[in-house]
């Protein structure tokens, strides 16, 4: 099967930076990406890693191991609107498939 | 900017009926996706489509669902006799290419089965 598993919940203080972890375990691999989704909203993309290293993308960046079947976001900077649920997602066997962990709510404190 | 789009945003059912929910990709993406999610819990995938076939389903597709694109436009999922377990938020999402990573979602529809 493919599973992935991210912490449920991370707490931070505005102004810092949090690292959201994701380990994965799939037969195949194409890819890890991440999304953001705000309560009631949808989700919507973040990043993508398919090769191991770093991906900065503003305030995001994300980073994978290949052979550590490992990934994380790191959000710096923090601003009470990234209070959000995150969710890393993979293309394991198929590309025509996102496998979706079970999300990690940040909440962001003043 | 262009965006996916859902219809209804919310819609309430009996149990045993059958429910239409409608999306429109964004217009020159090729490869249409719908999931799910129960409140709370993690994004379901159920199906995959791209050039009038499905190319993927998951365990939960089965044959009480079905896809459809029935103009250039429409991009439909039918569940032919709904449950309770149905109630979820669902998801239409489209994508440009084969890199199916970069998803781009609509706004969901609620579905409430009573």
């Known amino acids: 099967g493919q599973s992935l598993e991210q912490p449920s919940e991370v707490t931070a203080v505005e102004g810092a930076i949090v690292q959201i972890n994701c380990t994965y375990q799939?037969?195949?691999?194409?890819?890890l990406s991440w999304y953001q989704q705000h309560d009631g909203g949808a989700p919507t993309f973040l990043s993508y890693?398919?090769l191991d290293g770093l991906e900065e993308t503003g305030r995001f960046s994300s980073f994978l191991s290949r052979s550590d079947s490992y990934g994380y976001l790191l959000l710096q900077e923090l601003q009470m609107k990234d209070s959000a649920s995150y969710f890393c997602?993979?293309?394991?066997?198929?590309?025509?498939?996102?496998?979706w962990g079970a999300g990690t709510k940040l909440i962001i404190k003043p | 900017e262009p965006e996916v789009t859902q219809t209804p945003s919310h819609q309430v059912t009996q149990m045993g009926q059958e429910v239409i929910l409608r999306c429109v990709p964004i217009?020159?993406?090729?490869?249409f996706y719908w999931y799910r999610q129960i409140l709370g819990q993690k994004v379901e995938f159920l199906v995959s489509?791209?050039?009038?076939?499905?190319?993927?389903k998951s365990e939960i597709f089965d044959d009480q669902f079905s896809v459809e694109r029935p103009d250039g436009s429409n991009f439909t999922l039918k569940i032919r006799s709904t449950k309770l377990e149905d109630s979820a938020m669902y998801f239409c999402?489209?994508?440009?290419?084969?890199?199916?990573?970069?998803?781009?979602f609509g706004p969901g529809t609620r579905l409430t089965v009573t």
């Open positions: 890693n398919a």
């Open positions: 799939t037969s195949g691999f194409y890819g």
């Open positions: 997602a993979v293309m394991g066997n198929s590309n025509y498939q996102l496998i």
């Open positions: 217009s020159n993406h090729l490869y």
């Open positions: 999402a489209s994508s440009p290419d084969t890199s199916s990573y970069e998803q781009y």
């Open positions: 489509f791209y050039n009038n076939e499905i190319s993927e």
